[in-house]
């Protein structure tokens, strides 16, 4: 008889409930010790791993846990630590681990950056000069355990070489072979343990052929392959993609390894079988269940499409699985208890997923009769939702194109007019709009979610806020003000919580770095406009001076890219709906008169396809989408918008192109690279880069302040330049921010004289 195998990729690190946040920060604080952190997440990674085991997952993922980011994991193991961290001190592994990720005293933690198309962050590879070392096999260690504990004959899990080494930095784009050949020795050294041991299936994980790779690189990355097939040809090896179609197919699947992992969920992975077929004497591990969304799976068609991929791989050659580690959705759907059933019903969490992937084995294996329940089940609740409530509202098909996504005048003109209504002297200065969220705004809040406060109390103690602060602006004699977001936890989940067509979880967290962990709200229906989001708030700190207050919202990017949104329409047809509704809010700030308005997008880069040649229709919604929201307003209101990253080199078109008056952009970390893009390119609108950094308690000095404004203005005309930190100082304590944001002030006041 033949076996359809099903297979897992990875599972969420983080627990039902966040307990593995919970025991690192507790260990952070010095509030256990090593041996209890490691007690307790050896705990919750048995308890991952028998679920899988318990819901019938054959090829279940061992190694795939991780203390902080498996990106790091993979540089320990093969001893990348920068030099910086070496210390003489007495230091555990793990402590020096740790300091890699977050610093320590001695050494500033190394870079962290965005994996892929997703708002994970893994730990940037420092790979400058190294000779690289095997410290510990790490996967063979986890494959032990998930034996020795539960007799689990795990699938270990690697970050392939190709992968590893191009996130990695500190090496010149034509050594990227040298350090292959330096990795290759160390990899076979791994995989000769794992196969003496007696592992049968090895995940090497190399996602980077989702991205446009050169003939040259492809040719590089085979040669390893071919190596290490040489040397450890007894091993099965899934080269495993993810997150969209490979860009290679034709030289990927003819790689000498046993299988290859293919993502059937993004991008257009089956027309390329049909095009250039699948090798007969491989395995297709074939990624049909959406690892990266939270929506049931309409079972039928699934089984639908594996039926199609059968007509080019034999079914014993296939193995079902989700499309990538579902550390990029959240555990389990069954403690949502308080969502609406239509719509609880509707949800397909990491453990739900799996038993998607279990029952499509079943059917692919047994024909459709086998699962006709879940066949069933599927389709009622797909449907129940289609029709429920979230559903019944439809936003008009073409509003969107009745309506001018185009400001009436251009920037040349209108910033004349906007000149005039505001009086803001040259070198205007400004924050980003978050202020410090001290404890005590995050205790109130929590006390009136729980009822211990009514609504009323905890909007006066909101009001008492921005009173405060609008007054120290003031005192700090910044000229345009802020009302600070104490209202808001979470940029895109206040939002959401307002919005029509969105609805928030209780747990569903997924990590986004480190122990952070963000909860993005459900998109599950027609998004519009409800009841005023920010006006509230936007008045009562405009009534209280003489400046001007920006009006804050986030843009629909980023509203989009940080939620999980619905199946079955165009996710650019919903962008569109959240501009419309932002649009509307936008207008309402307007007829209160606020007349700056800022709306961010700082998801706006990190949505970018991985393939380049997906980026132009990206890039063309994500900017429609911007303007749809902006462009109804009067030629003297101004618009702002402020993204985190500095490196928009290959998109300048496209942040010019949303035709905001006024944008910041984070530099500080960054500052000559940014500049030079300016030298490049004109930029014709007014721009603010970030004099400082924000993302440590460090109080700048400041020359070091005036320095990165006198650098910016040898590049960018003065009256084209604000001054501005980073970011929002949400996460700062208020004296440091107050101090610096004094310095700031003032070098801009002597920068201001001496133009
Ligand atoms: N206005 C937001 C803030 O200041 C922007 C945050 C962000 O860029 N991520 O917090
Ligand atoms: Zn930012």
Not at 366 to 383: F, M, V
Not at 462 to 476: C, D, G, L, N
Not at 707 to 721: H, M, S, V, Y
């Amino acid at each position: 008889m033949t076996t359809v195998k099903s297979s897992s990729i990875g599972y969420p690190r983080i627990g039902e409930k966040r307990e593995w946040k919970k025991a690192l920060e507790k260990f952070w604080k010095g509030a256990s010790t090593e041996a209890e952190l490691l007690a307790e997440t050896k705990a919750l990674r048995l308890d991952g791993l028998r679920k899988q085991q318990e819901k019938g997952i054959d090829l279940i993922p061992v190694g795939d846990f991780s203390l902080y980011d498996h990106v790091l994991d993979t540089s320990i193991m093969f001893g990348v630590v920068p030099e910086r961290f070496l210390t003489t001190d007495e230091e555990s592994a793990l402590e020096t681990y740790f300091a890699v990720a977050r610093g320590s005293k001695n050494a500033i933690a190394s870079e962290m950056t965005k994996w892929f198309n997703t708002n994970y962050h893994y730990i940037v590879p420092e790979l400058n000069e190294i000779t690289p070392i095997l410290k510990e096999n790490r996967p063979l260690a986890f494959y032990k355990e998930a034996k020795e504990e539960l007799g689990i004959e795990g699938k270990p899990v690697l970050l392939g070489p190709a992968t590893f080494l191009k996130l990695g930095k500190g090496y010149a784009e034509e050594d990227f072979s040298i350090l292959l050949k330096k990795f290759l020795p160390l990899y076979i050294q791994v995989l000769q343990e794992l196969q003496e041991a007696g592992v049968q299936w090895v995940q090497v994980d190399e996602p980077i052929f989702g991205k446009s790779l050169t003939k040259e690189d492809i040719s590089l990355i085979r040669q390893v392959y071919v190596a290490i097939n040489e040397a450890v040809p007894g091993i099965k090896l899934i080269l495993q993609t993810y997150f969209e179609t490979v860009d290679c197919y034709e030289e990927l699947v003819n790689f000498p390894v046993a299988a290859i992992g293919l993502d059937f969920v993004h991008g257009d992975t089956l027309p390329l079988l049909s095009q250039y077929g699948f090798p007969e004497n491989k395995v297709l591990a074939a990624g049909v269940i959406d690892g990266r969304n939270v929506w049931r799976a309409d079972l039928e068609k699934k089984l639908g499409l594996l039926e199609a991929i059968q007509l080019y791989v034999d079914k014993e050659r296939i193995i079902v699985q989700p499309s990538c580690s579902l550390q990029h959705v959240p555990v389990t759907k069954r403690s949502e208890e308080t969502l609406n059933p239509i719509l609880q019903d509707a949800l397909s969490f990491a453990d739900e997923k799996l038993e998607e992937v279990v029952a499509l084995v079943k059917g692919l294996q047994g024909g459709e009769e086998q699962i006709a329940t879940e066949l069933k089940a599927s389709k009622q609740s797909i449907d129940n939702l289609n029709s429920s409530k979230y559903r019944q509202s439809p936003v008009s098909e073409n509003g969107a194109e009745q309506l001018s996504a185009n400001r009436s005048l251009p920037f040349s003109e209108r910033i004349i007019e906007q000149r005039e209504v505001l009086q803001l002297p040259l070198l205007p200065t400004t924050t980003i709009g978050s202020l410090p969220q001290t404890a005590e705004v995050r205790q109130q809040r929590s006390k009136w979610r729980k009822g211990d406060i009514t609504g009323g109390e905890y909007e006066q103690f909101i009001q008492h806020e921005i009173k405060k602060w609008i007054e120290i602006q003031e005192e700090i004699g910044l000229d345009v003000l802020v009302h600070g977001e104490f209202e808001r936890t979470d940029m895109v989940e206040y939002f959401g919580e307002k919005l029509n067509g969105f609805e928030v979880t209780k747990f569903g967290w997924v990590q986004s770095y480190g122990s952070r962990c963000v909860k993005p709200p459900l998109i599950c229906g027609d998004v519009s406009f409800d009841k005023p989001m920010t006006i509230k708030e936007s008045v009562y700190a405009q009534s209280l001076t003489e400046k001007k207050v920006k009006g804050m919202l986030t843009g629909p990017v980023t509203i989009l890219n940080w939620s999980f949104v619905r199946d079955g329409i165009p996710r650019f047809d919903v962008l569109n709906q959240i501009a419309l509704a932002l649009r509307h809010e936008i207008e309402e700030l307007e007829k209160n008169n606020i007349t700056v308005i800022q709306v961010d997008e700082p998801a706006l880069r990190e949505g970018l396809p991985l393939s380049r040649d997906k980026w132009e229709d990206y890039l063309h919604a994500a900017v429609y989408s911007f303007k749809l929201a902006t462009a109804s307003v009067q030629n003297s209101t101004q618009i702002h918008t402020h993204m985190c990253y500095s490196d928009f080199k290959d998109i300048f078109d496209a942040i010019s192109g949303l035709d905001a008056d006024v944008i910041s952009i984070e530099t500080s970390r960054s500052h000559g690279d940014l500049i030079s893009t300016f030298e490049a390119n004109t930029y014709d609108k007014e721009i603010g880069l970030g004099v400082y950094d924000i993302h440590s308690p460090r109080v700048p000095s400041k020359e070091e302040i005036k320095g990165n404004i006198d650098r910016a203005l040898k590049t960018i005309p003065a009256n084209q330049f604000w001054i501005n930190p980073d970011c929002g100082l949400k996460t700062r304590q208020e004296p440091e921010t107050i101090a610096a944001l004094q310095l700031m002030v003032e070098a801009a006041k002597e920068v201001r004289e001496e133009q």
